[in-house]
């Protein structure tokens, strides 16, 4: 079984199910408090994970951090937002008292092998981010989305739709509640790659076969997000969905490895 042909060389790997490590695999057992870490990256891949999962914030001073919160506060020694504190003040801050922020281009450089999905958090971090893939040439290592409409708009205007990128919210809405993957396809024309969507949002269940039916007739992938129950990652992997993304790279893998879907490199 091979995964579901796109003509995106990012999702087209030939993996029946894509795995993302999200976050670097957070809750992996001895990497709590390690989220977005190159300690937890390297882990990730070391359990066999191509696609690793993280956020993208900017400093004061231009620099691409994998970090999601927009403050230093919860998950660092230090304190202050991330868009007012410089290079070197953020790389003053560690993540369990022994981890730097690791900055983006670090990551794209020391896993060459590996593929990233990015979520844009802040406003200033478009254009950069923008300059930093044409810089690597990472067009087919990337696929970049966002919650915010604005910012993704403006990423596919300044990349002219050369990196795939996930829906925004109002792009899954209309493969949630129209009738058809095609009216929906026409009504999203910044032509989204895949739905990056959670199960279940408060009542709503967002992940329904006829969505994923819908996406998969527009020719869009479907990804979940953070599946770490194994019973819930099966039942998704019943429904058709493409990928699914983890705080528990342990858990994920064993159930890909007892459906046969896992591969080891």
Known sequence: ???????????????????????????????????????????????GYRYLETDVHVTSDGALLAFHDAVLDRV????????????????GALIGESERIPLLTELLESFPHARFNLDIKADG????????IAEHQ?????????????????????TGGRVPTSAHPLEVV??????????????TPG??????????????????????????????HVHVWTIDDPDEARALLDRGVDGLMTDRTDI???VLRERGLWRES
């Open 252 to 254: 994920l893998r064993d």
């Open 191 to 220: 032509r989204p790659r895949a739905l990056q969507v959670p199960h279940t949002r408060g009542r709503l269940t967002v992940v329904t076969p006829g969505l994923v039916r819908r996406a998969h007739a527009a020719g869009l």
């Open 76 to 91: 660092t020694d230090r304190t202050g937002a991330v868009a007012t504190s410089t290079l070197a003040e953020v790389q």
């Open 138 to 158: 990472a067009w087919d290592r990337v696929m970049v989305g966002s919650f915010s409409p604005r910012r993704l708009r403006a990423f596919r205007r300044l």
């Open 125 to 132: 971090a478009v254009a950069p981010l923008a300059h930093l």
């Open 1 to 47: 079984m091979i995964g579901r042909a796109t003509g995106v060389p990012y999702l087209d790997d030939g993996r029946p199910v894509l795995a993302f490590a999200h976050r670097g695999g957070a809750y992996h057992p001895g990497l709590e408090g390690l989220e977005n870490t190159r300690t937890a990256f390297a882990h990730a891949v070391g359990l």
């Open 174 to 187: 209309a493969y949630r509640l129209l009738p058809s993957g095609r009216l929906a396809r026409l009504l």
